[in-house]
Nanobody, 126 residues
Framework: QVQLVESGGGLMQAGDSLRLSCQASGRPVNSFTMAWFRQTPGKEREFVAGITWNSGLTNYADAVKGRSTISRDNRESMVYLNMNWLKPENTAVYYC???????????????????WGQGTQVTVSS
């Protein structure tokens, strides 16, 4: 079993920058793709950004491309999401997810991911 714990969310203002962190524990995760998703009430969980095991590939949703950076530290079993120029539409619960297959790909559908964190709320006011 793998446990994922997100942190770094909170109440922000439009234009702020934010860094979300995800700590993995339980089993080594440095061979697997990890990603960030987000969800708002009444909507499906949507892909935000993903990164392969060696950081060789990253992928971003169009909504955050150019304003966000995903990174990971395999020694610390951490994955990060830096977001700049936050907008009110970035308000959501952000989830860290682990793709539990040793395939070099970054799925964008939630059901491809096996492990999830509990989420961290990000609220951006205008």
């Amino acid at each position: 079993q793998v446990q994922l714990v997100e942190s770094g969310g909170g109440l922000m203002q439009a234009g702020d920058s934010l860094r979300l962190s995800c700590q993995a524990s339980g089993r080594p995760v440095n061979s697997f793709t990890m990603a960030w998703f987000r969800q708002t009430p009444g909507k499906e969980r949507e892909f935000v950004a993903g990164i392969t095991w060696n950081s060789g590939l990253t992928n971003y949703a169009d909504a955050v491309k150019g304003r966000s950076t995903i990174s990971r530290d395999n020694r610390e079993s951490m994955v990060y999401l830096n977001m700049n120029w936050l907008k009110p539409e970035n308000t959501a619960v952000y989830y860290c997810a682990l793709y539990w297959k040793q395939i070099v790909t970054i799925p964008i559908t939630p059901n491809e991911y096996t492990y999830w964190g509990q989420g961290t709320q990000v609220t951006v006011s205008s």
